[in-house]
Structure formats: C-alpha cells, structure tokens
C-alpha cells in the first residue's frame, strides 16, 4: 500500500492540531474502483481525491482522513477490474463516518469527491446540511473550471470526462510511475453522452477514455492542485463560520 494515501497521524496529532480552533473538519477523499483505459490506474480517482485531500490539509488546519476508494462506477461495468457498491451503501458509509467524527469533536466534514459518477454525494450533504450538520461537497465544477484555467488545461470540463488531460496530469505530478505509456495517442472526443446513465460508457468509447490524455503535463498537475488548494479556502470559511445556516425550520 502506497502510505501516502493513508494519513499517518496519532491521537495527540489530531488533539494537537484541533487546540484553539472553534470548530474541527476533517476531510475525506472519495474515489473509484474503475478502469480509465489502457495508460491510468483503476485507482485513479481515489488518487486524484487523496492529492486534492493533501494539498487542502498542507494549506488549512484539517483533519485528513483514509480514502474510501471504492465507488458508484456501474457505468463502467463492462470493462473488467470495475468495482461498485451501490449507491445507498455509500450514503450509509459517509453519514456514519460524518456521525462517529461528531461523537468525538469533529463537527464538519468536507467530502473530496475524485469520481464524477458519486451523486449520490450531493444528496448526502444536502440532506445533511438540511439538518444543520456541517457538510460539504468539494470541488464543485467551478472549482475545476478556475483550476483549468489557471493551469493551463486546453480540454474543457465537457470534453475532459474520464482518464483525459485533468486526471493524466494530476498522475503525471504525484504518480508519474503510475502513468502507462500510450496516453499521447489515447485521446478521444465524444462530448454528446445524453444516454450514458442507461447505455454506460461503452456505448460512447471502446478504450475507456473520453478526453486528450495527450495534452497532459505534469506541470499542469501540479498547477490543478494548488489552485483547488486556494479554492478549498471559501469553504473553510463556510464551515467554520459562527453563523453557518441551520436546519429549515430554525433560521430567523
């Protein structure tokens, strides 16, 4: 196992970092368990969660938590390695792991979603956040839209979808070891997947890759995370605010 993905603090690391702060968040990547073509990783996503997870705890006093690294990939099910748990199952997994931090201390939690096919993510932190929990969802895709720009990436959000210029950069800046060759004639553009929820993704790539892996950098990996880095800060604002919005039914 690769220790950098998991956090190797102690108890007093933790009780240390959260003296004098008002209010504790810990900070939890989630990932996937899916195949991006022939030249990236099937842990890709949990990779890309765990370095944005890194960059946020090396800029802001967070506590940085173990990927959960198996996700809601059953568009991907025909290429062989894909692995999913439902979606009901990871609502279950991320609520309990939000309840047990509150039992000791640790009242917000920001999710790090490296998998676009989590949705049921959003429905976790709205419904949590209805309730007047302290929940988050990062990065929104204004988040990566500013990284995009910032770094360089000539891909758009649309056409960058899976295993293409974002995360091939990404690895190329943490993991380079990890990156096959091959990705500078992988690319492949199908911007127009109105059906992928009911066909999945072999309706719209035979290699499993919709995006330019071929314009990937490791310089534009490394720009990526330090600008979801500077991102990360407006919701460490949000969350620690004295103020933050409660359930529906108790604002003023």
Known sequence: ????????????????????????????????????????????????????????AAAHPVHPLPPVTIGC???????????????????????????????????????????GGNYVLGNVVQESSARGERMALFPAAEDWEAARERAGVATSLLTDMHAGEIETSILLHTHPELVRPGFEAADFVADDRRHLLSLG????TDSGVIGRPSLGSAEKGKELLASLADSFGAYFSILTAADAPGPVGERG
Not at 24 to 47: C, K, N, R
Not at 83 to 106: E, F, K, N, Y
């Open 201 to 204: 993704m072999s309706a719209y």
């Open 1 to 56: 196992m690769d220790v950098s993905l998991v956090p190797t603090d102690t108890t007093e690391d933790v009780r240390g970092r959260g003296r004098g702060l008002a209010r504790q968040i810990a900070v939890l990547p989630v990932g996937s368990y899916e195949q991006h073509g022939p030249h990236l990783p099937l842990a890709t996503d949990t990779l890309v969660a765990c370095a944005i997870a890194r960059e946020i």
């Open 73 to 115: 990939s059953h568009e991907h099910a025909d290429w062989p390695g894909t692995v999913s748990v439902s979606s009901v199952t990871l609502h279950a997994v991320i609520r309990d792991i939000a309840d047990s931090l509150r039992r000791s201390g640790v009242d917000a939690l920001v999710v790090v979603n490296g998998h």
